[in-house]
C-alpha cells in the first residue's frame, strides 16, 4: 500500500511563501461520490419528510413539483439513501471501530468545542463525534428504512396491521428529527472545522490539517512507502 | 331532507391555523339500524353506482362479505359475522354496513399532512378532496375505524362521503335511498337520536336488553350511528371497535412530536450557530502545516 | 297473494316458511320490517338454512326439506287439540260442516281410488255427499264423523309435536314455541300472514304445502283479513302475469282452461263447465265461465269466432294429456319426439332439472330458437366451456337461432306483481344492437308463417290465417294496443232490455270490467281478470296516485290490482256472518245496512246481504276448502310424502316412496337415489341469494362483484366430518351429475336429527353459469331430480340425495 502523503507547491494562501505544502489523500473519488449521493439523499428526505411531517412546511413540496409527487419520490430517494449509505459503512466501518483514544476524547469534549484540540489525544482517521455520527446514522437509517417500508402505502403496508403501521410513523419520524439532529452536527463540524470540506471535495486534506485532527492518521499514512509515480511537485 | 343544506368548511386538514373553534350547525346523521338490515347488499350496489366507481369481479371467500374488504371502489361494506349468543344458545347473523363514521373528531383529517385533503363541514360530514390529495396513507392510520383505502391508479384516499354531493342538494345519501327495509335513515341529528330511541324500545320489547345507540364519545361521537341489538358488545359486529379513539400514537405523532421535532431541529441550529460566533472557526495554523511536513520529511528519510 | 304487499304492514305474525322474503324480495320485505317496528309484529322463520330472512326474525326453527307438510300439520294438530280455532270463521266461512261421500278413505298414505299403474286416482269418492235438492249436505253440530273438520281432525292426529320433531328434524320445543305463537291468531282481531315462494312450490308435493298453510289459515280466521292471506311472492317481477295470462300448456287467459281430447266439442267442453251453486243462494263465479271463454275466443279470432262455429272451438288444440309442461317438453325431445324448440325469456339448460338429460335433449333437435335479453346457456348449449359446459360440439347438429330480445327496461308495458297489480311502466332506454322487442319478434314469425298458410295451405290453417290481428301495424303491435286487448271491448252495440232506447254497451269502446262480457259474441276480452285494466277512462294500469284513506294499506287508486281492482281478495270474509269487521281496527269492508262498503272493492256483490253469499265465491260452495273436493290430482287433503330422495322411509307411510300420484318417467325413476341411500347420504337444497336474480343478474359486473363465484354451503359439523375446511374446493354429486365448488362452512346449516339419525344437508345456490361477468360454475340443476309437482309440474328443486368429497381444486 502506497503513502497518500504527497508534498505540493500550493498556489494557495499558504503555499504563497513558495514552501510546498503537504497534502495528504483523504477520500478517493469513489467515496466522494459515494458520500454527496448519500448527502443529497439526505438532504431530499429531510426536505420532502419535513414537508409532509408539518403543515407549515408543506410549501417545501413544491420542490419537488407538488405533494403527490413528494410523497411518490421520498420513500425511492429513502431506497437509494440505504444503498448508498451502505457502500459508506463498507467502506468506514472499520475505520470507525470504538479505539481507547476515543473515551478520552470525550472525556476532554470542552476542549473539543472550545478548539483546544493541542489538549486531545492523537487520533486516528476519525474522531470520537465522528464515529458517533457514523454509527448513529447506520443505526438509525436502517431503523428509518424498516419503518418506511411498513408504512410506504402503495407496496407494503397492508402487510402489516395498522398499529404497526401506526407504530412505524412514529418511530420514522422520531428517528427522522434525530438523524436530522446528528446530519445538523456532521454539516457544523464540518463548517467549523476548516479545511474538512476540502477532503470530501478535492479528495485530500493538507498536512497541517491532518497533524492537527488525525495526527496517527498522518503519521500512520507517512509512514508508509512513497510511490513515487504518484509523488508529484507541480 | 326537503331543503338544501348548509356546507360551511369548519376543519381543513393541515392547516395549523383553523380548527381550534369548531362550531356545527344543523348537524347530519346516517342511522343504520342493524337489527332491520337484512344484508341484501343494495346499499353496496347504489354506493358505487352513484359514485361512478368499478370494483371487479372477485371471488368467493369462505363469506358473503363481497368485496372481501372496503376498497378505494367499494366504500361501504356489508359484513356478516355469524354468532352463537351464549346467553340464548341462538344463532345470530349479524349484518352491519361499514363505512365512514363521519366522526366529529376525525383522525383522518388530524393525520393528513395535504392542507385541504381532508374537510370536514358544519353539519359534520368529513369529505376527501381528491384535488388536494397526496395519497400517503396518513388517513389510513388515522382512522380508528380502518376506513380510508389508496387507490394504487389513482394514488388518492378515498371513502364515503355521506354523499356530500347529493346531501348538498337536500337529498339523503344513495344507500338510504336504496335501502328497502329502512335500516338505514339520515336526517338531523335530533331526528335520527329519537328514531332510534323508538327502535331501541322496540327491541327491548323483543327481549335485546342491552339495544342501544352506537355514537362513540371517545370521538366526540359520530354522524354514522348504529342501532345495536347488543351495544354492549359492538366488537362482536366484525369487529367495530369498542371504545373507538384516534390512536394514542398517532396523537403522540400529531402532537408532541411534529412540535419537538421541528424545535430540537430549530434549536440545533441556533447552538452551531451561537457556537461558531462564541469560538470563532477552528483553523489549522501555519504551524501545523510545518509539523506534518517535517512528519513527512522525518518520515521520508527513515 | 290474496292481499297486498302493502298490506302485510297491518299483520301481527308473519310465517315465512318456504320462501325466504328477505333475500329473494327485499323490497316487498320493507312491509315486513313496517309491521315489525310499527305494529310490533313478530317475524316466524323456518327453514333448513338460517337466512337472512332469519337474521332478523323473532323466532327461528329449521326443518328438514321437503317436510312442510307434516310441520303444518302438526300445527293444525296444536290448533285444534288446544282449541285454537276461529270458529265463529270456521262455520260459516268454510267446508268444516259439509259431509262426504261414502267410500272415501285414507290408509297407508293412499287416499282411495289410487291406481298404481297409472300412478293416479279416480277422484269419484272424494266429493260431498249431494241432498235430493242438489245443495252439498252438512251436520253444523260438526258430529258426523264424515263430516270435513272430522276428517280433517283424524287426518292430522299423528302429527304430534314428536311426530313432527322426527319428521321434519325441528327441535320439539322449537316447533312447539311456533305452533303457540301461531295459534295465537286465531283470536277474531289477530291475523297473521303466510309469505311463501319457491320454497313450497319446487316440490314433489308444492301445491299441497300451499294447501296445508291455507287450510291452516282457514282455521285460524286469517284469510281476507288486512294482514292475513296466503301470500305467495313470485320469483319473477312477472310471474304472475305468467299464470294469469295463460302461459301454461293447459290454460288459455284467466285461468280458463284449454279443451282436453275427451271434450270433443264445445258442449262437451262447457257443460262440464256449469259450476252450479252448492248450497242455495250462493253465488259461484265460474258459471260466468262461458261469458269469458267466448270473448276469449273473440278476442282470438275476431269475426271468424261466430255461434254457427262455436265461437271457434276447434281452432284451439286438444290436450291428450294432463299438459306439456317443460319436463314433458324435454322429455319428448330426449325421445327424439320433439324436433324444435322456441325458447322465449327462459334458460333451461340452466333451470330445468338433470342438466345432463337437457342437455341431450338439445342436442337432439333439428332446431332451436331462443329469444332473450342475454346471451343465455341455453343458446349456448353446444359450446364447449370445459368442464363448465363438457359437450361434444362436433357432435351436435342443431341449428340454433338466437334472437336478441329486449328487458324490460326497454320498453313500455305492464308487469303483474305478486299483489296482483299490473303495473304499467314506461321504456327507460333503447335497446342495444339488434335487439328487438319480443312483440316485434313473434309478430314477423306470426305474419311470416300466415303468409305461408296462406300461400301454400297446410293441415289445419285456420287458427293461424284466421286469428284476428287488427294492430296498426302489424309487425309491430304496441303495448297499449296488446293491453286495451287483453281487457276487452264491445264489439256490437247491446241495448238495454228494458228500456231499448238505451245501451248498455256501446260498440267500439272498452268494457269497464268483466261484469259486462257476453257469450253471445258481442263482447271480447283477451284475459277477463285483466278487465278494468284499460278503460274508456284511459290505462289505469299507468295510475300513480298513491292515495291511501286511513293509511290502510289499500292505495286504491295505484295502479290496478285484478280482479275488479280488488286489492284483498275474499275481504267479505274480513267480517263476521252479520257484516261486522272481525277487528274494528282493521276494517277491509263492512255491510252498512244496505251495502257493503269500507276501503276494498267487495267481491260479492255489494248489496248482497250479509248470511246469504260467502266469501269464497269461485267456489261452488262459497266458504273456504278445507277439503278440495276433486280439484287436486294428489289428494282432497294433503298427506305427507317424503322428497322422491328422502334420507329416510316416509315414517307414517313407509312403503311410498315420493309422491305416489306424481307422473314420472321411466327412465328418470331409475336415476333416483334409494331412499335411506348410503352412495348419497346428505340432502341437498337450492337456492337464491339477494345479490343475484336467477341467471340474468350474473351478467351485470356489479352484481357479479357483490356475489362472484358459486359455492355450496355445510354445516360446521359436516365440515370437520369430511375434513373439509371453509372456503376450500368440494366435488359435491348426485346419481345424475356432479359439480365443484367452493365449500361454505357455516354456521347457518346444522345437523339435524331425523327419525333417530342426524342428517346433514347441503345448500347449493343457484345463479351460475358459463356466460356472463360472474366467475364460471353450475346450476344445481345439474344434481337435481326430473320430477315435478303432481299439480303443477313444478320441478323438484328443494329436496333431493347428494354426496360431497373434498378435491385440491377445480377441473376446468
Same mark, same amino acid.
Given at each position: 500500500?502506497?503513502?497518500?502523503?504527497?508534498?505540493?507547491?500550493?498556489?494557495?494562501?499558504?503555499?504563497?511563501?513558495?514552501?510546498?505544502?503537504?497534502?495528504?489523500?483523504?477520500?478517493?473519488?469513489?467515496?466522494?461520490?459515494?458520500? &454527496?449521493?448519500?448527502?443529497?439523499?439526505?438532504?431530499?428526505?429531510?426536505?420532502?419528510?419535513?414537508?409532509?411531517?408539518?403543515?407549515?412546511?408543506?410549501?417545501?413540496?413544491?420542490?419537488?413539483?407538488?405533494?403527490?409527487?413528494?410523497?411518490?419520490?421520498?420513500?425511492?430517494?429513502?431506497?437509494?439513501?440505504?444503498?448508498?449509505?451502505?457502500?459508506?459503512? $463498507?467502506?468506514?466501518?472499520?475505520?470507525? $471501530? &470504538?479505539?481507547?483514544?476515543?473515551?478520552?476524547?470525550?472525556?476532554?469534549?470542552?476542549?473539543?468545542?472550545?478548539?483546544?484540540?493541542?489538549?486531545?489525544?492523537?487520533?486516528?482517521?476519525?474522531?470520537?463525534?465522528?464515529?458517533?455520527?457514523?454509527?448513529?446514522?447506520?443505526?438509525?437509517?436502517?431503523?428509518?428504512?424498516?419503518?418506511?417500508?411498513?408504512? &410506504?402505502?402503495?407496496?407494503?403496508?397492508?402487510?402489516?396491521?395498522?398499529?404497526?403501521?401506526?407504530?412505524?410513523?412514529?418511530?420514522?419520524?422520531?428517528?427522522?428529527?434525530?438523524?436530522?439532529?446528528? &446530519?445538523?452536527?456532521?454539516?457544523?463540524?464540518?463548517?467549523?472545522?476548516?479545511?474538512?470540506?476540502?477532503?470530501?471535495?478535492?479528495?485530500?486534506?493538507?498536512?497541517?490539517?491532518?497533524?492537527?485532527?488525525?495526527?496517527?492518521?498522518?503519521?500512520?499514512?507517512?509512514?508508509?512507502?512513497?510511490?513515487?509515480?504518484?509523488?508529484?511537485?507541480? | 331532507?326537503?331543503?338544501?343544506?348548509?356546507?360551511?368548511?369548519?376543519?381543513?386538514?393541515?392547516?395549523?391555523?383553523? #380548527?381550534?373553534?369548531?362550531?356545527?350547525?344543523?348537524?347530519?346523521?346516517?342511522?343504520?339500524?342493524?337489527?332491520?338490515?337484512?344484508?341484501?347488499?343494495?346499499?353496496?350496489?347504489?354506493?358505487?353506482?352513484? #359514485?361512478?366507481?368499478?370494483?371487479?369481479?372477485?371471488?368467493?371467500?369462505?363469506?358473503?362479505?363481497?368485496?372481501?374488504?372496503?376498497?378505494?371502489?367499494?366504500?361501504?361494506?356489508?359484513?356478516?359475522?355469524?354468532?352463537?349468543?351464549?346467553?340464548?344458545? #341462538?344463532?345470530?347473523?349479524?349484518?352491519?354496513?361499514?363505512?365512514?363514521?363521519?366522526?366529529?373528531?376525525?383522525?383522518?383529517?388530524?393525520?393528513?399532512?395535504?392542507?385541504?385533503?381532508?374537510?370536514?363541514?358544519?353539519?359534520?360530514?368529513?369529505?376527501?378532496?381528491?384535488? #388536494?390529495?397526496?395519497?400517503?396513507?396518513?388517513?389510513?392510520?388515522?382512522?380508528?375505524?380502518?376506513?380510508?383505502?389508496?387507490?394504487?391508479?389513482?394514488?388518492?384516499?378515498?371513502?364515503?362521503?355521506?354523499?356530500?354531493?347529493?346531501?348538498?342538494?337536500?337529498?339523503?345519501?344513495?344507500?338510504?335511498?336504496?335501502?328497502?327495509?329502512?335500516?338505514?335513515?339520515?336526517?338531523?341529528?335530533?331526528?335520527?337520536?329519537?328514531?332510534?330511541?323508538?327502535?331501541?324500545?322496540?327491541?327491548?320489547?323483543?327481549?335485546?336488553?342491552?339495544?342501544?345507540?352506537?355514537?362513540?364519545?371517545?370521538?366526540?361521537?359520530?354522524?354514522?350511528?348504529?342501532?345495536?341489538?347488543?351495544?354492549?358488545?359492538?366488537?362482536?359486529?366484525?369487529?367495530?371497535?369498542?371504545?373507538?379513539?384516534?390512536?394514542?400514537?398517532?396523537?403522540?405523532?400529531?402532537?408532541?412530536?411534529?412540535?419537538?421535532?421541528?424545535?430540537?431541529?430549530?434549536?440545533?441550529?441556533?447552538?452551531?450557530?451561537?457556537?461558531?460566533?462564541?469560538?470563532?472557526?477552528?483553523?489549522?495554523?501555519?504551524?501545523?502545516?510545518?509539523?506534518?511536513?517535517?512528519?513527512?520529511?522525518?518520515?521520508?528519510?527513515? | 297473494?290474496?292481499?297486498?304487499?302493502?298490506?302485510?304492514?297491518?299483520?301481527?305474525?308473519?310465517?315465512?316458511?318456504?320462501?325466504?322474503?328477505?333475500?329473494?324480495?327485499?323490497?316487498?320485505?320493507?312491509?315486513?320490517?313496517?309491521?315489525?317496528?310499527?305494529?310490533?309484529?313478530?317475524?316466524?322463520?323456518?327453514?333448513?338454512?338460517?337466512?337472512?330472512?332469519?337474521?332478523?326474525?323473532?323466532?327461528?326453527?329449521?326443518?328438514?326439506?321437503?317436510?312442510?307438510?307434516?310441520?303444518?300439520?302438526?300445527?293444525?294438530?296444536?290448533?285444534?287439540?288446544?282449541?285454537?280455532?276461529?270458529?265463529?270463521?270456521?262455520?260459516?266461512?268454510?267446508?268444516?260442516?259439509?259431509?262426504?261421500?261414502?267410500?272415501?278413505?285414507?290408509?297407508?298414505?293412499?287416499?282411495?281410488?289410487?291406481?298404481? +299403474?297409472?300412478?293416479?286416482?279416480?277422484?269419484?269418492?272424494?266429493?260431498?255427499?249431494?241432498?235430493?235438492?242438489?245443495?252439498?249436505?252438512?251436520?253444523?253440530?260438526?258430529?258426523?264423523?264424515?263430516?270435513?273438520?272430522?276428517?280433517?281432525?283424524?287426518? *292430522?292426529?299423528?302429527?304430534?309435536?314428536?311426530?313432527?320433531?322426527?319428521?321434519?328434524?325441528?327441535?320439539?320445543?322449537?316447533?312447539?314455541?311456533?305452533?303457540?305463537?301461531?295459534?295465537?291468531?286465531?283470536?277474531?282481531?289477530?291475523?297473521?300472514?303466510?309469505?311463501?315462494?319457491?320454497?313450497?312450490?319446487?316440490?314433489?308435493?308444492?301445491?299441497?304445502?300451499?294447501?296445508?298453510?291455507?287450510?291452516?289459515?282457514?282455521?285460524?280466521?286469517?284469510?281476507?283479513?288486512?294482514?292475513?292471506?296466503?301470500?305467495?311472492?313470485?320469483?319473477?317481477?312477472?310471474?304472475?302475469?305468467?299464470?294469469?295470462?295463460?302461459?301454461?300448456?293447459?290454460?288459455?287467459?284467466?285461468?280458463?282452461?284449454?279443451?282436453?281430447?275427451?271434450?270433443?266439442?264445445?258442449?262437451?267442453?262447457?257443460?262440464?263447465?256449469?259450476?252450479?251453486?252448492?248450497?242455495?243462494?250462493?253465488?259461484?263465479?265460474?258459471?260466468?265461465?262461458?261469458?269469458?271463454?267466448?270473448?276469449?275466443?273473440?278476442?282470438?279470432?275476431?269475426?271468424?269466432?261466430?255461434?254457427?262455429?262455436?265461437?271457434?272451438?276447434?281452432?284451439?288444440?286438444?290436450?291428450? *294429456?294432463?299438459?306439456?309442461?317443460?319436463?314433458?317438453?324435454?322429455?319428448?325431445?330426449?325421445?327424439?319426439?320433439?324436433?324444435?324448440?322456441?325458447?322465449?325469456? *327462459?334458460?333451461?339448460?340452466?333451470?330445468?332439472?338433470?342438466?345432463?338429460?337437457?342437455?341431450?335433449?338439445?342436442?337432439?333437435?333439428?332446431?332451436?330458437?331462443?329469444?332473450?335479453?342475454?346471451?343465455?346457456?341455453?343458446?349456448?348449449?353446444?359450446?364447449?366451456?370445459?368442464?363448465?359446459?363438457?359437450?361434444?360440439?362436433?357432435?351436435?347438429?342443431?341449428?340454433?337461432?338466437?334472437?336478441?330480445?329486449?328487458?324490460?327496461?326497454?320498453?313500455?308495458?305492464?308487469?303483474?306483481?305478486?299483489?296482483?297489480?299490473?303495473?304499467?311502466?314506461?321504456?327507460?332506454?333503447?335497446?342495444?344492437?339488434?335487439?328487438?322487442?319480443?312483440?316485434?319478434?313473434?309478430?314477423?314469425?306470426?305474419?311470416?308463417?300466415?303468409?305461408?298458410?296462406?300461400?301454400?295451405?297446410?293441415?289445419?290453417?285456420?287458427?293461424?290465417?284466421?286469428?284476428?290481428?287488427?294492430?296498426?301495424?302489424?309487425?309491430?303491435?304496441?303495448?297499449?294496443?296488446?293491453?286495451?286487448?287483453?281487457?276487452?271491448?264491445?264489439?256490437?252495440?247491446?241495448?238495454?232490455?228494458?228500456?231499448?232506447?238505451?245501451?248498455?254497451?256501446?260498440?267500439?269502446?272498452?268494457?269497464?270490467?268483466?261484469?259486462?262480457?257476453?257469450?253471445?259474441?258481442?263482447?271480447?276480452?283477451?284475459?277477463?281478470?285483466?278487465?278494468?285494466?284499460?278503460?274508456?277512462?284511459?290505462?289505469?294500469?299507468?295510475?300513480?296516485?298513491?292515495?291511501?284513506?286511513?293509511?290502510?294499506?289499500?292505495?286504491?287508486?295505484?295502479?290496478?290490482?285484478?280482479?275488479?281492482?280488488?286489492?284483498?281478495?275474499?275481504?267479505?270474509?274480513?267480517?263476521?256472518?252479520?257484516?261486522?269487521?272481525?277487528?274494528?281496527?282493521?276494517?277491509?269492508?263492512?255491510?252498512?245496512?244496505?251495502?257493503?262498503?269500507?276501503?276494498?272493492?267487495?267481491?260479492? *256483490?255489494?248489496?248482497?246481504?250479509?248470511?246469504?253469499?260467502?266469501?269464497?265465491?269461485?267456489?261452488?260452495?262459497?266458504?273456504?276448502?278445507?277439503?278440495?273436493?276433486?280439484?287436486?290430482?294428489?289428494?282432497?287433503?294433503?298427506?305427507?310424502?317424503?322428497?322422491?330422495? +328422502?334420507?329416510?322411509?316416509?315414517?307414517?307411510?313407509?312403503?311410498?316412496?315420493?309422491?305416489?300420484?306424481?307422473?314420472?318417467?321411466?327412465?328418470?325413476?331409475?336415476?333416483?337415489?334409494?331412499?335411506?341411500?348410503?352412495?348419497?347420504?346428505?340432502?341437498?337444497?337450492?337456492?337464491?341469494?339477494?345479490?343475484?336474480?336467477?341467471?340474468?343478474?350474473?351478467?351485470?359486473?356489479?352484481?357479479?362483484?357483490?356475489?362472484?363465484?358459486?359455492?355450496?354451503?355445510?354445516?360446521?359439523?359436516?365440515?370437520?366430518?369430511?375434513?373439509?375446511?371453509?372456503?376450500?374446493?368440494?366435488?359435491?354429486?348426485?346419481?345424475?351429475?356432479?359439480?365443484?365448488?367452493?365449500?361454505?362452512?357455516?354456521?347457518?346449516?346444522?345437523?339435524?336429527?331425523?327419525?333417530?339419525?342426524?342428517?346433514?344437508?347441503?345448500?347449493?345456490?343457484?345463479?351460475?353459469?358459463?356466460?356472463?361477468?360472474?366467475?364460471?360454475?353450475?346450476?344445481?340443476?345439474?344434481?337435481?331430480?326430473?320430477?315435478?309437482?303432481?299439480?303443477?309440474?313444478?320441478?323438484?328443486?328443494?329436496?333431493?340425495?347428494?354426496?360431497?368429497?373434498?378435491?385440491?381444486?377445480?377441473?376446468?
Amino acid at each position: 500500500m502506497s503513502s497518500s502523503v504527497h508534498t505540493v507547491r500550493e498556489t494557495d494562501a499558504t503555499a504563497a511563501q513558495g514552501a510546498p505544502t503537504t497534502t495528504v489523500d483523504r477520500y478517493t473519488t469513489g467515496a466522494r461520490i459515494n458520500h &454527496w449521493v448519500t448527502a443529497i439523499c439526505l438532504v431530499l428526505l429531510a426536505i420532502s419528510g419535513l414537508a409532509l411531517f408539518h403543515p407549515s412546511l408543506y410549501f417545501l413540496t413544491n420542490l419537488f413539483g407538488g405533494g403527490e409527487i413528494t410523497r411518490i419520490i421520498h420513500p425511492w430517494i429513502g431506497v437509494v439513501l440505504f444503498f448508498s449509505f451502505a457502500g459508506l459503512f $463498507l467502506r468506514f466501518w472499520k475505520l470507525n $471501530l &470504538w479505539k481507547a483514544e476515543d473515551g478520552t476524547w470525550m472525556r476532554r469534549i470542552r476542549d473539543v468545542l472550545t478548539a483546544h484540540d493541542e489538549n486531545l489525544p492523537e487520533l486516528g482517521k476519525y474522531n470520537a463525534g465522528q464515529k458517533i455520527v457514523f454509527w448513529g446514522m447506520a443505526i438509525f437509517i436502517i431503523i428509518l428504512i424498516c419503518s418506511g417500508l411498513i408504512i &410506504w402505502d402503495r407496496y407494503f403496508s397492508s402487510y402489516f396491521s395498522l398499529d404497526t403501521q401506526r407504530v412505524a410513523l412514529l418511530i420514522h419520524s422520531g428517528i427522522a428529527i434525530l438523524a436530522i439532529l446528528l &446530519w445538523i452536527t456532521h454539516v457544523y463540524a464540518a463548517i467549523w472545522v476548516r479545511g474538512t470540506f476540502r477532503g470530501m471535495i478535492r479528495g485530500n486534506v493538507t498536512g497541517g490539517w491532518a497533524w492537527r485532527y488525525h495526527r496517527k492518521w498522518l503519521r500512520e499514512e507517512a509512514a508508509k512507502p512513497r510511490d513515487t509515480t504518484t509523488s508529484h511537485y507541480h | 331532507m326537503a331543503s338544501p343544506r348548509a356546507m360551511d368548511i369548519v376543519r381543513v386538514s393541515a392547516t395549523s391555523t383553523a #380548527n381550534a373553534d369548531v362550531q356545527f350547525k344543523d348537524e347530519v346523521v346516517k342511522l343504520i339500524d342493524v337489527s332491520r338490515c337484512i344484508g341484501c347488499k343494495a346499499c353496496q350496489a347504489a354506493c358505487i353506482e352513484w #359514485n361512478d366507481r368499478h370494483e371487479v369481479v372477485g371471488t368467493f371467500d369462505a363469506s358473503y362479505d363481497n368485496p372481501t374488504d372496503l376498497t378505494p371502489d367499494m366504500w361501504t361494506l356489508m359484513r356478516f359475522t355469524e354468532y352463537e349468543n351464549p346467553s340464548t344458545g #341462538n344463532l345470530e347473523w349479524l349484518i352491519r354496513k361499514d363505512g365512514c363514521m363521519h366522526c366529529a373528531d376525525p383522525g383522518c383529517l388530524k393525520a393528513c399532512p395535504a392542507p385541504g385533503a381532508i374537510v370536514q363541514y358544519s353539519n359534520g360530514i368529513v369529505d376527501f378532496v381528491a384535488d #388536494n390529495c397526496i395519497g400517503c396513507g396518513y388517513c389510513v392510520k388515522g382512522c380508528p375505524f380502518n376506513i380510508p383505502r389508496i387507490s394504487k391508479t389513482e394514488g388518492k384516499a378515498h371513502k364515503c362521503t355521506l354523499c356530500s354531493d347529493r346531501v348538498a342538494v337536500g337529498q339523503g345519501p344513495a344507500c338510504a335511498k336504496a335501502c328497502p327495509t329502512h335500516a338505514i335513515v339520515f336526517g338531523t341529528t335530533d331526528e335520527m337520536l329519537a328514531h332510534a330511541d323508538g327502535r331501541i324500545t322496540d327491541l327491548k320489547s323483543r327481549g335485546f336488553d342491552n339495544a342501544g345507540l352506537y355514537n362513540p364519545p371517545g370521538v366526540a361521537g359520530t354522524h354514522v350511528m348504529y342501532v345495536l341489538h347488543h351495544a354492549d358488545k359492538p366488537e362482536i359486529y366484525a369487529g367495530l371497535a369498542k371504545d373507538p379513539r384516534i390512536s394514542p400514537l398517532v396523537q403522540l405523532w400529531k402532537g408532541v412530536t411534529k412540535y419537538t421535532g421541528l424545535a430540537a431541529i430549530a434549536g440545533a441550529v441556533i447552538v452551531a450557530f451561537v457556537h461558531h460566533v462564541v469560538n470563532g472557526p477552528n483553523r489549522v495554523t501555519r504551524s501545523d502545516e510545518e509539523n506534518a511536513r517535517r512528519l513527512v520529511d522525518e518520515e521520508n528519510r527513515t | 297473494m290474496t292481499n297486498s304487499w302493502t298490506d302485510i304492514r297491518n299483520t301481527d305474525l308473519v310465517v315465512v316458511m318456504g320462501g325466504n322474503a328477505a333475500e329473494a324480495h327485499p323490497c316487498g320485505f320493507k312491509w315486513v320490517t313496517e309491521a315489525k317496528a310499527n305494529r310490533g309484529a313478530k317475524l316466524i322463520v323456518v327453514d333448513p338454512r338460517f337466512t337472512r330472512t332469519a337474521s332478523v326474525a323473532d323466532f327461528y326453527a329449521p326443518i328438514r326439506p321437503g317436510t312442510d307438510i307434516a310441520f303444518l300439520f302438526g300445527v293444525i294438530n296444536h290448533c285444534i287439540q288446544n282449541n285454537k280455532v276461529q270458529w265463529d270463521y270456521v262455520n260459516s266461512f268454510t267446508n268444516a260442516a259439509y259431509l262426504v261421500k261414502e267410500g272415501y278413505s285414507y290408509k297407508d298414505g293412499l287416499f282411495s281410488g289410487y291406481d298404481e +299403474s297409472k300412478r293416479d286416482y279416480d277422484r269419484s269418492s272424494w266429493e260431498y255427499e249431494i241432498g235430493d235438492d242438489g245443495y252439498a249436505r252438512k251436520d253444523t253440530s260438526l258430529q258426523n264423523p264424515r263430516c270435513v273438520w272430522n276428517l280433517l281432525k283424524e287426518h *292430522v292426529s299423528v302429527f304430534t309435536p314428536d311426530m313432527v320433531s322426527r319428521i321434519c328434524g325441528t327441535p320439539k320445543d322449537k316447533f312447539e314455541k311456533i305452533a303457540a305463537m301461531i295459534a295465537e291468531t286465531s283470536a277474531p282481531d289477530k291475523a297473521m300472514t303466510s309469505m311463501y315462494a319457491l320454497g313450497w312450490t319446487q316440490h314433489s308435493k308444492g301445491s299441497q304445502n300451499i294447501r296445508a298453510m291455507a287450510m291452516l289459515q282457514l282455521i285460524l280466521g286469517n284469510i281476507g283479513l288486512r294482514g292475513g292471506g296466503m301470500n305467495a311472492l313470485r320469483g319473477h317481477s312477472n310471474i304472475q302475469g305468467l299464470t294469469d295470462i295463460g302461459l301454461m300448456s293447459n290454460l288459455i287467459p284467466g285461468y280458463l282452461v284449454l279443451p282436453v281430447d275427451s271434450e270433443p266439442d264445445f258442449n262437451s267442453y262447457i257443460s262440464k263447465r256449469a259450476f252450479k251453486p252448492l248450497e242455495p243462494d250462493q253465488m259461484s263465479y265460474w258459471q260466468n265461465y262461458k261469458k269469458f271463454f267466448v270473448s276469449f275466443q273473440k278476442s282470438m279470432f275476431g269475426p271468424a269466432a261466430t255461434a254457427d262455429n262455436d265461437w271457434a272451438y276447434q281452432w284451439l288444440p286438444k290436450l291428450d *294429456v294432463g299438459s306439456y309442461d317443460m319436463l314433458r317438453a324435454f322429455e319428448l325431445m330426449h325421445q327424439g319426439k320433439m324436433n324444435g324448440y322456441v325458447c322465449q325469456g *327462459v334458460n333451461p339448460l340452466l333451470s330445468a332439472p338433470n342438466r345432463k338429460k337437457i342437455t341431450e335433449a338439445l342436442s337432439k333437435l333439428k332446431f332451436l330458437v331462443t329469444i332473450d335479453p342475454l346471451d343465455t346457456e341455453t343458446s349456448r348449449f353446444w359450446d364447449n366451456q370445459g368442464a363448465f359446459n363438457d359437450v361434444d360440439t362436433k357432435s351436435i347438429q342443431t341449428e340454433v337461432f338466437q334472437l336478441p330480445s329486449t328487458c324490460f327496461a326497454e320498453e313500455d308495458g305492464s308487469l303483474v306483481n305478486s299483489s296482483r297489480w299490473l303495473q304499467w311502466h314506461f321504456a327507460g332506454g333503447d335497446p342495444p344492437g339488434d335487439a328487438k322487442h319480443d312483440t316485434w319478434i313473434m309478430a314477423q314469425i306470426f305474419t311470416r308463417l300466415r303468409d305461408m298458410y296462406q300461400k301454400d295451405g297446410g293441415a289445419v290453417p285456420d287458427p293461424v290465417v284466421k286469428l284476428h290481428w287488427p294492430y296498426k301495424d302489424p309487425n309491430d303491435p304496441l303495448p297499449d294496443e296488446l293491453a286495451k286487448e287483453l281487457n276487452g271491448y264491445v264489439i256490437e252495440s247491446v241495448k238495454d232490455p228494458n228500456d231499448p232506447s238505451k245501451l248498455l254497451l256501446e260498440a267500439g269502446k272498452q268494457v269497464a270490467g268483466f261484469g259486462v262480457l257476453r257469450d253471445d259474441g258481442t263482447t271480447a276480452a283477451g284475459c277477463w281478470i285483466y278487465s278494468g285494466c284499460y278503460t274508456e277512462d284511459g290505462n289505469q294500469m299507468a295510475r300513480r296516485d298513491n292515495f291511501d284513506p286511513d293509511d290502510a294499506g289499500f292505495y286504491p287508486k295505484w295502479t290496478f290490482s285484478w280482479p275488479a281492482n280488488r286489492r284483498i281478495m275474499y275481504n267479505r270474509a274480513s267480517a263476521d256472518i252479520n257484516g261486522k269487521a272481525w277487528d274494528s281496527n282493521r276494517k277491509v269492508i263492512e255491510w252498512n245496512g244496505s251495502a257493503w262498503a269500507g276501503y276494498d272493492v267487495p267481491d260479492i *256483490v255489494p248489496s248482497a246481504k250479509p248470511n246469504v253469499v260467502g266469501p269464497f265465491i269461485m267456489n261452488q260452495e262459497g266458504v273456504g276448502r278445507l277439503w278440495v273436493r276433486n280439484t287436486m290430482r294428489d289428494g282432497p287433503f294433503p298427506a305427507h310424502y317424503e322428497p322422491f330422495e +328422502s334420507p329416510i322411509a316416509n315414517p307414517v307411510a313407509p312403503n311410498i316412496k315420493g309422491n305416489p300420484a306424481c307422473r314420472v318417467f321411466p327412465e328418470d325413476l331409475a336415476a333416483f337415489a334409494d331412499t335411506a341411500s348410503k352412495e348419497f347420504p346428505y340432502v341437498g337444497t337450492s337456492y337464491r341469494l339477494t345479490e343475484h336474480f336467477h341467471f340474468w343478474t350474473k351478467h351485470v359486473w356489479v352484481n357479479a362483484m357483490l356475489q362472484p363465484e358459486f359455492f355450496v354451503e355445510i354445516s360446521e359439523e359436516l365440515g370437520r366430518e369430511k375434513n373439509i375446511g371453509n372456503g376450500s374446493w368440494v366435488r359435491v354429486w348426485s346419481k345424475r351429475g356432479s359439480v365443484q365448488a367452493k365449500a361454505y362452512v357455516t354456521k347457518r346449516i346444522k345437523p339435524i336429527t331425523v327419525d333417530g339419525k342426524p342428517v346433514h344437508i347441503i345448500g347449493v345456490p343457484l345463479h351460475w353459469g358459463f356466460t356472463g361477468q360472474a366467475k364460471k360454475g353450475y346450476g344445481p340443476n345439474s344434481l337435481t331430480p326430473f320430477v315435478g309437482d303432481a299439480n303443477s309440474e313444478t320441478p323438484e328443486f328443494k329436496a333431493f340425495l347428494l354426496n360431497i368429497e373434498p378435491i385440491s381444486g377445480p377441473t376446468v
